[in-house]
C-alpha cells in the first residue's frame, strides 16, 4: 500500500529554494570616502619632495625680500611633499577625513605659489613663471576637490 500512496506536494516543497543573503557591500557616501591608493597625490609629493630637497633653491642671503621668498619656497616645498605623503597613506586606508586636508594644502600651495611666483617675477626671476603657473594648476586641483566636497556639505 506504501507504493500506491501518492503525496502531494506541499507549500513548502514547491518553493524554490533561496540562497542565503550575502553581506551588503560597503557603501561610501561618494566618491571621495572611497579608500584607495591616489596616484596623482604620490606624483605631487614627490615634485614637491624633489623641488624641496633637490634643487636646493636658496637666496643670496641679503635678508631681501626675494631672499625670503626663496627660503619660504624651499621649506615650503619640503613640508608640502611630507604632508602630501601621509594624505596618500590616509586616503589609502580610507580616512575620510583626508580629503578635508587635501583641499586645505591645495588653497594654501596656490596661495604660496602665487604669491612667491609674483615676487619672483618683479625680480626678473624666469623662475617665476613656472611657479605662478603652477599656482595656478594648484587652484584649479583646489577647485575640483571643493566640488567633490560640496555633496558632503549639503548634507547629501
Known amino acids: 500500500m506504501d507504493d500506491q500512496q501518492q503525496t502531494t506536494p506541499t507549500e513548502d516543497s514547491a518553493r524554490p529554494t533561496v540562497p542565503a543573503e550575502q553581506p551588503a557591500p560597503v557603501r561610501y557616501a561618494s566618491p571621495v570616502d572611497e579608500p584607495g591608493f591616489d596616484m596623482n597625490l604620490l606624483i605631487s609629493a614627490a615634485i614637491a619632495l624633489f623641488v624641496g630637497f633637490g634643487l636646493r633653491i636658496s637666496g643670496d642671503g641679503s635678508g631681501s625680500l626675494f631672499d625670503w621668498s626663496n627660503t619660504i619656497f624651499t621649506r615650503g616645498a619640503q613640508a608640502v611633499g611630507i604632508i602630501l605623503l601621509v594624505l ?51 587652484a584649479q586641483s583646489a577647485s575640483m576637490t571643493w566640488r567633490r566636497l560640496r555633496p558632503r556639505i549639503a548634507g547629501n
Open 88 to 138: 596618500v597613506a590616509l586616503k589609502f586606508v580610507g580616512i575620510r577625513q583626508a580629503v578635508w586636508a587635501e583641499f586645505a594644502v591645495a588653497v594654501i600651495v596656490t596661495a604660496g605659489c602665487l604669491v612667491i611666483g609674483v615676487i619672483w617675477i618683479m625680480h626678473s626671476a624666469l623662475l617665476g613663471y613656472l611657479v605662478a603657473i603652477v599656482g595656478l594648476i594648484e
